[in-house]
T-cell receptor, first 110, second 115 residues
Framework: EDQVTQSPEALRLQEGESSSLNCSYTVSGLRGLFWYRQDPGKGPEFLFTLYSAGEEKEKERLKATLTKKESFLHITAPKPEDSATYLCAVQAGGTYKYIFGTGTRLKVLA | SQTIHQWPATLVQPVGSPLSLECTVEGTSNPNLYWYRQAAGRGLQLLFYSVGIGQISSEVPQNLSASRPQDRQFILSSKKLLLSDSGFYLC???WGQGVDTGELFFGEGSRLTVL
């Protein structure tokens, strides 16, 4: 069964304190792995797509990496405005289904 | 540019009442369309997806149904709501027809409370 597990469930950081979020996946033939940011009461906002192991993508203070079993979202010197829930999703090969993890709730304190 | 609209944004319904949530995508054609539900503090659960008019795939057996009467319109319905149907309903789209992968684009969501 295709599955996505994210850890930790919640994370509190001081402003400037770098950390990483984990997304472990089990899928038959990964077609793509996606990271989203979701603010309270809003729809998820797309951040990154990763297609193959070893691939990396960066955007401002965020960097996403991918291995054959997991992906990391690294947050460097976070700011309070980075506070949000970060969701990971995978698309299995041969399907149009996108399976999401339960997310990591990030709180960055000033 | 492409946009996605969901309505209503918020609704409160009694148990046993019907439901209709609408989603419309503009600025694209032949999109793949999706309905997800997000319970409080939880991840996104895939409910239905559609790759074309009248083509609906159901992922979770329950008292909900979906329809796609037009290319860019996706409707989520129920004849009788249950308390467990409460949640945040999200519609999403992706380029279809010949495109096998890519990121989902989400609407702003519809928050349903069943009392």
């Amino acid at each position: 069964e295709d599955q996505v597990t994210q850890s930790p469930e919640a994370l509190r950081l001081q402003e400037g304190e770098s950390s990483s979020l984990n997304c472990s996946y089990t899928v038959s033939g990964l077609r793509g792995l996606f990271w989203y940011r979701q603010d309270p009461g809003k729809g998820p906002e797309f951040l990154f797509t990763l297609y193959s192991a070893g691939e990396e993508k960066e955007k401002e203070r965020l960097k996403a990496t991918l291995t054959k079993k997991e992906s990391f979202l690294h947050i460097t010197a976070p700011k309070p405005e980075d506070s949000a829930t970060y969701l990971c999703a995978v698309q299995a090969g041969g399907t149009y289904k996108y399976i999401f993890g339960t997310g990591t709730r990030l709180k960055v304190l000033a | 540019s492409q946009t996605i609209h969901q309505w209503p944004a918020t609704l409160v319904q009694p148990v046993g009442s019907p439901l209709s949530l609408e989603c419309t995508v503009e600025g694209t054609s032949n999109p793949n369309l999706y309905w997800y539900r997000q319970a409080a503090g939880r991840g996104l659960q895939l409910l239905f997806y559609s790759v074309g008019i009248g083509q609906i795939s159901s992922e979770v057996p329950q008292n909900l149904s979906a329809s796609r009467p037009q290319d860019r319109q996706f409707i989520l319905s129920s004849k009788k709501l249950l308390l467990s149907d409460s949640g945040f309903y999200l519609c999403a789209w992706i380029w279809g027809q010949g495109v096998d992968t890519g990121e989902l684009f989400f609407g702003e969501g519809s928050r349903l409370t069943v009392l």
